[in-house]
């Protein structure tokens, strides 16, 4: 499914095409990838209408890809700047990692497409703020389609309790789900609020029960569905944005694409309190309510705003296991990989009930 040209929905309400293109040619130190399934991210949308445009067109969207490794690909050189992820804090390895993958094995693909191994961010583990960050199906094509190619290096097994489907959404909302939980500094018996109940949030929520099990849980949602399911999963409470549960939060994680719901935030969190932003790209329909942010409530006090950028390899291994320890397992919708358009277009109109993953 191509992306050829940056476009709108629901204006247009196809922006990708179901195209045949060849198989990808290995570069040195990647593996080819016979793709099974496909979560189908917000981040997509924010692709496709430019807020963040692929930097070639035409594109392979997708970042959240299972699929099972071809054999002869394993035999392709490493990678000669290859330094990998760094999730197990020694200095990586990629031709152990590279050796160590079986044909036939199954693995996953995050947005982590490949980092420099060489700077800073790399060295200290924030890999997801190197300066030569690549993202998957944005900087390289990815898995919205039958085969893609991928770094040895920068692919994650998948625990044997997930089926293909379930893992997919695990790789970029529970991953980066993960990341927002960590960086909100929640700590057992604190108050969380939600603000979007979408495929990360509602991850989120099954891992901060079990990691916190005395922690309290407020989901703010437009809609009344997730409304629901945001109880039926433990919330504490579950209301409108504009809506006021009792007390103030310690925290709270915004994956919303609108601004109002990082100003409603502000004024929910505690003094000293964090609002987490895990978005890659707000839209600027509502910004002009940022002129409107009363310092003494939703910002001095020490408040703090925190966005969460990317993912490392480390968010990702150590969620998949914990999600694996937890049994914490997405609710999703599949669809064909033709169909690829009728999720994004359900997506963009909010018609979204935990994650939609692609059948390849
Ligand atoms: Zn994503
Ligand atoms: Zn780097």
Known sequence: ????????????????????????????????LRVTACGVCHTELDEIEGRTPPPRLPVVLGH????????????????????????DGLPSKPQ?????????????????????????????????????????????????????????DFVHPIPDSFSDAEAAPLLCAGAIGYRSLRLSNLQDGQSLGLTGFGGSNHLVLKLAKHVFPNAKIFVFSRNPKEREFALSLGAAWAGGIDQSPLGELDSVIDTTPVWGAVSEALK???????????????????????????????????????????????DVREFLQVAAEAD?????????????????????????????????
């Open 1 to 32: 499914m191509l992306l050829r040209e940056i476009t709108q929905l629901p204006q247009n309400p196809t922006p990708l095409t179901f195209s045949e293109i060849p198989e990808p040619a290995l570069d040195a130190g990647e593996v080819l």
């Open 64 to 87: 959240q890809v299972v699929g099972i490794l071809e054999s002869d690909s394993l035999l392709s050189k490493p990678h000669e700047q290859a330094h990998g992820c760094q999730s």
């Open 96 to 152: 152990r990692q590279a050796a160590g993958l079986q044909s036939g094995q199954r693995v996953g693909v995050a947005w982590i497409a490949s980092a420099c191994g060489e700077c800073n961010f790399c060295k200290s583990g924030l890999e997801n703020l190197c300066p030569q960050f690549k993202a998957t199906g944005r900087d390289v094509d990815g898995g919205y389609a039958e085969y893609m190619k991928v770094r040895a």
């Open 268 to 314: 929910r969190v505690r003094p000293g309190g964090r609002v987490v932003i895990n978005v890659i790209r707000k839209e600027e329909s509502d910004k002009s309510i940022l002129n409107q942010l009363d310092y003494p409530s939703q910002l001095w006090m020490e408040k703090e705003i925190k966005s969460v950028t990317n993912v490392t390899c480390a």
């Open 328 to 360: 914490i397992k997405p609710e999703f919708q599949e669809y064909d990989l033709k169909d690829a358009n009728q999720a994004l277009l359900e997506m963009k109109q909010g018609k979204i009930h935990g994650s939609k993953v692609l059948r390849v």
